[in-house]
């Protein structure tokens, strides 16, 4: 499975974005998927985290009310609408897939990233 992230860029704070992550491959739907974040000299955060058919969803307590996961199984497509965005949230985002075997959590496939700078 290869990953491809877009819908970065520049944007003032209190703006939106939305980012995809395009996946190739016919198996999509058989994997949850996450958004993960990482800061420069900060560790690797997860965002947000959706089921392989989009019917659970998870957020971490940094952007929860404020970003939104959702998937496309027909476009083999997740999505990540981020919307009041704070300075805070300048990163370099990446999308992952998640074993569907693995008992523990483990994210087995990632993507480049892409890269979000919120001004002030």
């Known amino acids: 499975v290869q990953l491809v992230e877009s819908g970065g860029g520049l944007v003032q704070a209190g703006g939106s974005l939305r980012l995809s992550c395009v996946a190739s491959?016919?198996?999509?739907?058989?994997?949850?998927m996450g958004w993960f974040r990482q800061a420069p000299g900060k560790e690797r955060e997860e965002v947000a985290t959706?089921?392989?058919?989009?019917?659970?969803?998870g957020y971490g307590d940094s952007v929860k009310g404020r970003f939104t996961i959702s998937r496309d199984n027909a476009k083999n497509t997740v999505y990540l609408q981020m919307n009041s965005l704070k300075p805070e949230d300048t990163a370099i985002y990446t999308c992952?897939?998640?074993?569907?075997?693995?008992?523990?959590?483990?994210?087995?496939?990632w993507g480049q990233g892409t890269q979000v700078t919120v001004s002030s």
């Open positions: 992952a897939a998640r074993d569907p075997i693995a008992t523990a959590v483990r994210y087995i496939y």
């Open positions: 491959g016919r198996t999509f739907d058989s994997y949850a």
């Open positions: 959706i089921s392989w058919n989009g019917g659970n969803t």
